[in-house]
């Protein structure tokens, strides 16, 4: 006869189970294990929400009912029976008896914390929660790791001597208190520009440092920035102390103050909270992994949810080490991967999984559907990036005339400048098209300033356009000057260009004259060079005597490069231009194709256009036609991933993301050749195309191999400057094998010492111990080498940098000597 008690908890897993019947297996076992620490990890598009949500219902209606042995004192045979013979339409006492039946120690909504990463998200989850639970959801702490942590604040934060009624600092507020503490420290505001001086603060809060933290790790005399930096540190955290402020950074950087500074309020929290969960686990950096091991600390009930293979948020301090080491800090950690795929078909899915099997530092899935197979993966390689973006607009009107909508179509970029000759295709094409994550390239301020400048440079006339430029960069002409000139223009019936030529001749201006003078001194002597040099030479002048891109580059912080690239960028407009119209290659030519496409090509659209974004804006987003451009090495990866195997496998995991973004269709393309911020560059097709089996794929146009060997393909030439951007050459464009790696495993090391040799002939040979001197990184310890097939692994502890970094050796072996 069976135990009683072994035969009631198999029946109440079952009809747990059948409330959650909507769930696949592998999501059912996800809701359905409440106690103890947990790793879901969930593949792109395998539903982790509705796991989230179902997971919540299931421990606010049976609590740990499906994941405990415990089984009630007053529970009888009659009960067991009821159980094992539970209708699949139970009535409404039926299931009210269920319930009672089933429930064991059920939490109150309060006691749940689901933290997200975004307000979105957050809203999703709290309106999700309350179809499937009614009232009882508004009681759940569903909010973003901010929010919570305010809420935190708001209710002990006196403890650390501030005021409840604090006020939070928005990035402007926190620029404005640096810019005043550089003042007060007679610190040049170009060498310590607000928003880098921000940045290296903001990385000091999330390794959890204090003021006197990082001004002690930076005392030695070496480090004469960061050293300064370390008092503008001191003196930042005490200006926001006396205003009672906190900016974003220091919400949880003084919530986790808070908790282990204050034993009473992190017993309250930890007694409060007997359910964690965290979503998008893997894009948490180390001050969130510190607050959630802090709150999930008392009952160790912890759900973390996310995807190692979709981290790509590196640059933002996500660190991918919490979801890789999670059963680590937590030995008896159950791990469920949720495996199936309900967006795309099994072909994308496949590419997909085969080319992040290719990273090593991950925990491992392989994504399945039953979508069915679907079209393989097109892969198109055309001769630039016109040709690419002719390509991509023809298959989108394709498309359309078999009954697909405009808005069933993305467009992914590694790069904002990207979507410049895409742009072109849509308008020159009429397909109506949005630019999400950034402005469309003639939206750009950069851009308009440097049209600005070229209008005036063709019609001095144009006030509109010299307003715009006549004080940028700064010049010392400011609004009052301005306005006072359009006064004498109005009055005198001439433009404001006339009236700054001759700004001796007014009393008005006499104290700007100077000023206004050398402008127009500058707008004429340009005007005389351009009747002497071609349009994009002049356009390099114009960049160079404007003093606009010196004008940024003197900023030397992220914003300001990728302004200079897009006044680079322009140049292939320019470039663009005179190989589609040779007849008419004037300044006035041009201007006038810009004009037609940027200001008569206005179209309202709604939503139903083509989105253009780039890859790291569509995460978490789906579409059923997805176009991945500009598949090259140096694109995509980029340059600097050759000499960084972490950086590499980041690209690696942002080519995923790309790529399970489509439904049905899914197109990669690539370009022989590619203009660039005026520099056209011959980049091999990218290793991401190799790593695809072939029965995965359709490659179109694929270039002649030269040779079935890797070895000769890592021979061709190709440049380094910019991201992506290879020298200008003379010489034809070459073919490049794209022959298919077969993923052999990775060798061991062969030496118990440590001193591997590279595999390869022809590279260098180093082993653990040796002293190298590399052209970007400078003199560094190698501590490690791993033997791979045709290259090595080579882990180098260079002495300016503070973690060590691994490299590939076939491709740093060159920029790398032994010393």
Known sequence: MKDFKECYIAARRAVIARDLKRLNPMQRQAAMTTEGPLLLLAGAGSGKTTVLIQRVYNLLTYGRGSDTDQVPDWATEEDLQFLETFPDQPDEDQRRRAVRLCAVDVPRPWEIIAITFTNKAAGELKERLSVRLGPAAEDVWASTFHSACVRILRRDID?????????????????????????EQNLDEKAFQPRSVLSVISASKDRYESPEDFAKAHSHEADWKMSRIAKVYAAYAKKLRAANALDFDDIIYHTVTLLRQEPEVLEYYQHKFRYVLVDEYQDT????????????????????????????????????????????QYPNARTIRLEQNYRSTQNILDAANAVIRNNTGRKGKTLWTDNGAGDTVTVKTTFNESDEANYVAGEILAGLNRGRKFSDNVVLYRMNAQSNALEYAMKRNGIPYRVVGGMKFFDRAEVKDMLSYLCVLNNPLDDLRLRRIINVPARGIGNTTVDKVAALAES??????????????????????????????LIDGLRRCGGQLALPEFYDAVCDQTGYIRALEEKNDMESRGRIENVQELKS???????????????????????????????????????????????????????????????????????????????????????????????????????LYGRTSTNRPSRFLEEIPEENLHWLSKPEPRSARREDLDTAPWGEDGFGAAPA???????????????????????????????????????????VEHTAFGRGTVTAVQAMPGDAMVTVQFEKEDKPKRLMLKFAGSHMKKV
Do not use: W
């Open 285 to 328: 950096n180390h001050l969130q992994y510190l607050l959630t091991s802090l709150l999930a600390g008392g009952y160790k009930n912890l759900c973390v949810v996310g995807d190692d293979d979709q981290s790509i948020y590196r640059f933002r301090g996500a660190n991918i080490e919490n979801i890789l080491n999670f059963e680590k």
């Open 729 to 771: 050459r003379s010489t034809p464009v070459r073919s490049y094998s794209v022959a298919k790696p077969q993923n052999p495993a990775r060798k061991p090391l062969a030496s118990a010492a440590g001193r591997t040799a590279a595999p390869a002939a022809g590279l260098l040979q180093l082993a653990a111990g040796d002293i």
């Open 492 to 521: 005198q019936g001439a433009s404001l260009y006339e009236i700054i030529r001759n700004a001796d001749l007014f009393p008005e201006l006499k104290s700007a004259a100077g000023k206004l003078l050398k402008f127009a001194d």
């Open 159 to 183: 403890r650390l001597g501030f005021g409840k009624d604090f006020t939070i600092y928005d990035t402007d507020d926190s620029k404005r208190v640096i810019r005043d503490i550089l003042k």
């Open 573 to 675: 407009n320019i470039l663009g231009f005179l190989e589609r119209d040779p007849e008419d290659a004037t300044l006035s030519g041009f201007l006038n194709e810009i004009a037609l496409y940027t200001d008569l090509d206005s179209v309202e659209a709604g939503d139903e256009c083509v989105t253009l974004m780039t890859i790291h804006a569509a995460k978490g987003l789906e579409f059923p036609c997805v176009y991945v451009v500009g598949m090259e090495e140096g694109i995509f990866p980029g340059n600097s991933a050759q000499y960084d195997e972490e950086e590499l496998e980041e690209e690696r995991r942002l080519c995923y993301v790309a790529m399970t973004r489509a439904k049905e269709k899914l197109t990669l393309t690539n370009a022989r050749q590619r203009m």
